[in-house]
């Protein structure tokens, strides 16, 4: 049989209204485009190889590699895409349904039945839920909360790549530091034990003495291979912390610390900011939020849901009591639903107890952490001063040392410029120690990168 144009007429603005779409012509639509990542992400995954390290390289221009592709981003940028795909789902949960059902029938009709054996159906189904209690929406809600908690993590991801950054070009220049303190004492000890061999063999020094001398000039020759291969080791692990394992950095420049000699706040102004902008500590209250969303959900289980159907029938038997069109409203209340209601509604619960507890548990975390970064600020300020007035020493102990040489007065210069260039080693550890804390510290308060306004 044939629909009535009427007919077919009413079902298209139907579906229209269900869609919520204008009755009017509209084009082809063009692929949808893909959602803008957080600042950074976009670089996840490279297409071209990378251009090498600049030489010399400089604090500044390592971490402007902080937001270059590496495994540690890629991974929580897919945590963000999981949340924005969940968030997609929950969004079209409601979304108009249409379908097609083909139905064959081989009967055996009775004696005084016109129809032969076949009794087939064709029918174009179409519903939209129009309510359901407030699930939807929930649900909706739930998803957008996690999606702002996943960036936040993100972001989180972003702050600690910039600290390991930091972390390891202080370490190379450290082991650079180390090396040279160990190479100066390798060359002392050498001219020591040099000297005492031609001592030995005039018969001017003893055996036991000149045994006492080899055993420190290996030693010292032993700390220094050892010194050279963390240098080696350092610019590694540098090296992988951008992502460039095959280009090993060579020369490093000294960084600007002047941000080390900044006030240092009272540590309950630093800890109500840490509680209010630390990132991991505002994705878990996302995860909170998303939760108590999901307990609605689960709740609106119970209530009733009301849809819009529409039916379109072809038969192969044409009878009274068969509908070519169906439009309808169709209202459903649960009556009984055995646990599944109650097991939806646990689990949502018991996700919302989880979240609680993680978010306490980085609260505590949080104000250790943040006691710890202010002790070690205050702590190492304080040991710079020592390190300045242990570096003056040395200098005129040198001094006094390279003066006494000159005038061939015996003297101990070569151990001075080994204490020396080690006073030096331990200033700069100091510094670098220090501008470590401080950045932790502005991590920590969610300081380290610069946020968006949304």
Known sequence: MTILPRTRSLAVLLILWMCGVPPVAVAAPEPAAEPALPEGEAGVAPTSAPEPLPEPLTLEAALALADAPHPTLARAAAGVEEARA?????????????????????????????????????????????????????????????????????????????????????????????????????????????KARERNELGQLSDIELLRLESGFRAARSTRVASDADRRAARSRLAMALNRPDDLPGTLLEPDLSGNDRELPVLEEILARTLAGNSTMLALRESVQAAQREIEA?????????????????????TSTRDD?????????????????????????????????????????????????WQEIANLRERRESMVALNDYRELYLDRSRALYELDVKTDLGDAMVQMTDARFKTVETDYRLALAWARLDALQGALIERSED
């Open 325 to 373: 069109a169906r439009v309808g409203l169709v209202l459903s209340v649960p009556l009984w639903q055995g646990g599944r209601v109650d097991a939806a509604l646990a689990k949502a619960q018991a996700r919302l107890h989880r979240a609680q507890a993680e978010l306490e548990a980085r609260r505590l975390e949080l104000r250790q952490a943040v006691l710890e970064a």
């Open 86 to 194: 969940l968030q997609g789902q929950a969004a079209a949960g409601d979304d108009l349904t249409v379908r097609l059902n083909g139905e064959l029938f081989w009967t055996e009709p009775n004696e005084v039945s016109p129809y032969d054996h076949d009794d087939n159906r064709l029918s174009l189904l179409a519903s939209k839920t129009l309510y359901d209690s407030g699930r939807s929406s929930a649900l909706e809600a739930a998803a957008e909360h996690g999606v702002k908690g996943e960036e936040l993590r993100y972001l989180g991801s972003r702050e600690q790549r910039r600290l390991e950054i930091m972390r390891r070009y202080f370490d190379v220049l450290l082991a650079d530091t180390a090396f040279a303190r160990d190479d100066e004492a390798l060359a002392v000890a050498f001219v020591a034990y040099d």
């Open 298 to 318: 689960a709740r609106a289980l119970r209530g009733p849901t009301l849809s819009g159907q529409l039916e379109l029938n072809e038969y192969s038997r044409d």
